[in-house]
Nanobody, 115 residues
Framework: QVQLVESGGGLVQPGGSLRLSCAASRSIVSISRMGWYRQAPGKERELVATFGSGGTTNYADSVKGRFTISRDNTKNTVYLQMNSLQPEDTAVYFC?????????WGQGTQVTVSS
């Protein structure tokens, strides 16, 4: 079992940056597919950025080159650095992970990009 807690969301101007954090309640080295999804009102939840097998990364085409996923295993934390934010990035961002064939989600953190 694992609890995931996101932080770092907020209101930012177009072109601005935010860094999201996801703190896990246990070591993240054994949690697979860790990363970030997002969901805007009326939209399907979509993958943003995740770690795959062997620490590979997977990004949505819409964020590639602007967002960077990283991790600090000593802090049991996964990060999402978001640069050049656009209004279409506005959504609730959720931390995600898989442990013992179970999918875990954080509570979500709101990101709003508006002028």
């Amino acid at each position: 079992q694992v609890q995931l807690v996101e932080s770092g969301g907020g209101l930012v101007q177009p072109g601005g940056s935010l860094r999201l954090s996801c703190a896990a309640s246990r070591s993240i080295v054994s949690i697979s597919r860790m990363g970030w999804y997002r969901q805007a009102p009326g939209k399907e939840r979509e993958l943003v950025a995740t770690f795959g097998s062997g620490g590979t990364t997977n990004y949505a085409d819409s964020v590639k080159g602007r967002f960077t996923i990283s991790r600090d295993n000593t802090k049991n934390t996964v990060y999402l650095q978001m640069n050049s934010l656009q209004p279409e990035d506005t959504a609730v961002y959720f931390c995600h992970g898989v442990l013992d064939f179970r999918v875990y989600w954080g509570q979500g953190t709101q990101v709003t990009v508006s002028s």
